[in-house]
């Protein structure tokens, strides 16, 4: 059985930036372990898998030890993957996930995630995190994630965190964010416990970075930089109980698994 697949870049215009993600247009689903398999041989932070139901596109992310119940660069990187790749003509793609319904739209030459909003809470533990961060922590949130708010973009660049202490927390990430110096906000994810020592671009850890952001500095429209190394730009909209994501996608390869 050979299957095909497409390495995309996502929130980026170019090649070797942004997050990337392998995408998997499938006839059926596959065993869990084998997609499981799958996404640990490819070893990127996240392999998307796709099969058309009755309803519409089901998508099911993994990391390289996990599923996940959501990811914004696997799915703004499957519908690229649908639109430029397999010809769907349609200007939006509606997903079926385990987080409900997404979608992912064309608009003003970008791609627009339509995600859930999430919205952070004060949450204990400073100083525990603090300590795991190596950094000082000006306020301590949570959402789906844990989202640590640093003084400034400086000290958010020049994170090092204690990977083993952060696995240990009980969260599947941290998020450590400031306001930006060049866009409104900048951020980083370190998801250890997950198996992602830090992703490039995390679409989804802005559903609740948005909302958050958005209360601080009273605008509804945010440009925001994941500032990894390898370094991302991304376009958020704040929209009732949504938040629209928007960036651009890049196809670096193609081709197929081989699995006689």
């Given at each position: 059985?050979?299957l095909?697949f497409h390495?995309?870049d996502?929130?980026?215009d170019?090649?070797?930036?942004?997050?990337?993600?392998?995408?998997y247009?499938?006839?059926?689903?596959?065993?869990d372990?084998l997609?499981?398999q799958?996404?640990?041989e490819?070893?990127?932070?996240?392999?998307?898998f796709?099969?058309?139901?009755?309803q519409?596109w089901?998508?099911r992310?993994f990391?390289?030890s996990?599923?996940?119940?959501?990811?914004?660069?696997?799915?703004?990187?499957s519908?690229?993957?649908?639109?430029?790749?397999?010809?769907?003509?349609a200007?939006r793609?509606?997903?079926?996930?385990?987080?409900?319904?997404?979608?992912v739209?064309r608009?003003g030459g970008?791609l627009?995630?339509?995600?859930?909003?999430?919205?952070?809470?004060s949450q204990g533990?400073?100083?525990?995190?603090?300590q795991?961060?190596?950094?000082?922590?000006?306020?301590?949130l949570?959402?789906?994630e844990?989202?640590?708010?640093?003084?400034?973009?400086?000290?958010?660049?020049?994170c090092?965190?204690?990977?083993?202490?952060?696995?240990?927390?009980?969260?599947?990430?941290?998020?450590?964010t400031a306001?930006?110096?060049?866009?409104?906000f900048v951020?980083?994810?370190?998801a250890?416990a997950?198996g992602?020592d830090e992703?490039?671009?995390?679409?989804?850890?802005?559903?609740?970075?948005?909302?958050?952001?958005?209360?601080?500095?009273?605008?509804?429209?945010?440009?925001?930089?994941?500032?990894?190394p390898?370094?991302?730009?991304l376009?958020?909209?704040?929209?009732?109980?949504r938040?629209?994501?928007?960036?651009?996608?890049r196809?670096i390869?193609?081709g197929?698994?081989?699995l006689?």
């Amino acid at each position: 059985m050979q299957l095909e697949f497409h390495q995309i870049d996502a929130f980026s215009d170019r090649p070797f930036a942004g997050n990337p993600a392998m995408v998997y247009r499938l006839e059926s689903w596959l065993s869990d372990a084998l997609m499981q398999q799958i996404a640990a041989e490819h070893n990127l932070a996240e392999t998307a898998f796709l099969v058309r139901e009755e309803q519409g596109w089901r998508i099911r992310w993994f990391t390289p030890s996990t599923e996940v119940p959501l990811c914004g660069h696997a799915t703004l990187a499957s519908a690229y993957v649908l639109m430029e790749i397999y010809g769907e003509a349609a200007q939006r793609i509606d997903f079926l996930s385990r987080s409900g319904p997404l979608s992912v739209s064309r608009e003003g030459g970008l791609l627009w995630l339509d995600f859930p909003l999430r919205s952070p809470r004060s949450q204990g533990g400073l100083e525990t995190v603090a300590q795991a961060l190596g950094v000082r922590v000006v306020e301590l949130l949570g959402a789906n994630e844990l989202l640590a708010v640093l003084e400034s973009e400086k000290a958010v660049r020049e994170c090092r965190p204690d990977l083993l202490a952060l696995a240990q927390l009980p969260w599947p990430g941290v998020i450590v964010t400031a306001r930006g110096d060049s866009h409104d906000f900048v951020s980083r994810y370190f998801a250890p416990a997950i198996g992602i020592d830090e992703d490039p671009v995390t679409g989804s850890t802005h559903c609740c970075l948005t909302p958050y952001w958005a209360q601080q500095l009273d605008k509804q429209e945010l440009t925001a930089f994941q500032c990894s190394p390898r370094g991302g730009a991304l376009f958020c909209r704040l929209e009732g109980e949504r938040v629209k994501i928007g960036g651009h996608a890049r196809r670096i390869a193609s081709g197929h698994l081989h699995l006689e």
